[in-house]
């Protein structure tokens, strides 16, 4: 819970407030850019709100928060808390209850019909009650995958609660995390009829991206929208294997098609498939030219 005798300076009176445990996340700028900003290394309000749009989208950042940096005295989030998992497009939903552990990284899900081979959770968000019964109340969930070894956060007790199985590359020590199904190597993997992984090195030395019907794009920490450059970007700074192999691993993906990002960092982006790709061929430059 946030502390109000931590209360940043840097906060626009007003009932809702961040205190000093903010990390810096960018989880609330994404979920209510109305009401919060980045004031330089932390988050904080610089618009109350006002609307009842505004007052929703900001007790869903305060849901989120993984640090619970947000206050609002009086508000009553349970809405907010049985919000999630929230629809972005056709049957992929954003969790939300993001984790300190992964430092505030989103993780999601697909809900599909047992036929297809049910549920997956795409990285571990929090384990928390209203987000666990609400999965279950969506069909549970049957598969995990886990992006890289950073944003697991609470994949063992997901595991334990739902009977599913994880899937994450071995160069990220799955072995040492328990992983029930191991992929190796750099090549492509199909998972089903629906679902292909490719190991994205760069990151982390393990790191692979998922890529569902051809249309959405699962990253991690590979890839995500910049709004400042207009255009689709990696993360120099935490390129933490190798940024030269991070970006040979990038233009593996030019050869498929995707009309979403969905990273674990950074913005989410939608565009046409044609557009996506010139983002990305742009992407890969900008690169080219920091190695």
């Not at 290394?41 to 993984?66: F, M, N, W």
């Not at 929230?86 to 209850?97: K, M, Q």
């Not at 590359?169 to 995390?177: K, V, W």
Request: with cysteine; net charge neutral.
């Amino acid at each position: 819970m946030a502390d109000l005798l931590r209360r940043l300076p840097q906060n626009t009176p007003g009932t809702f407030f961040v205190d000093g445990t903010c990390i810096d996340c960018d989880a609330c700028r994404q979920i209510a850019p109305a009401v919060f900003r980045d004031h330089g290394g932390q988050s904080s309000v610089y618009h109350q709100p006002a609307q009842r749009v505004e007052l929703d989208l900001a007790l869903k950042a305060l849901i989120t928060c993984p640090t619970a940096s947000i206050g609002a005295p009086g508000e009553n989030a349970k809405a907010a808390s049985s919000a999630f998992p929230e629809r972005l497009a056709e049957n992929v939903y954003f969790n939300g209850f993001a984790s300190r552990s992964s430092f505030g990284a989103w993780s999601y899900l697909i809900v599909r019909e047992p036929k297809d081979g049910g549920n997956i959770l795409i990285d571990s968000p929090r384990f928390a009650a209203p987000l666990v019964r609400r999965i279950e109340q969506l069909g549970g969930a049957r598969l995990m995958f886990l992006t890289h070894r950073d944003d697991v956060a609470d994949h063992k007790r997901f595991a334990s609660h739902f009977g599913l199985e994880r899937i994450m590359h071995r160069g990220d020590g799955a072995e040492f995390l328990g992983i029930e199904r191991i992929i190796a190597g750099q090549d492509e993997v199909q998972i089903d009829d629906q679902l292909v992984v490719i190991p994205t090195p760069g990151h982390t030395r393990g790191h692979s991206v998922l890529l569902y019907k051809n249309t959405f794009l699962f990253t991690g920490d590979h890839l995500a929208w910049s709004p400042e450059r207009e255009t689709l970007t990696a993360f120099r700074s935490v390129a933490w294997y190798s940024w030269p192999e991070q970006t040979r691993s990038m233009r593996k993906l030019v050869n498929y098609q995707f009309e979403w990002v969905l990273p674990g960092h950074g913005r989410i982006h939608h565009a046409p498939a044609v557009e996506m790709r010139e983002h990305l061929e742009r992407c890969i430059e900008w690169m080219k030219n920091r190695n």
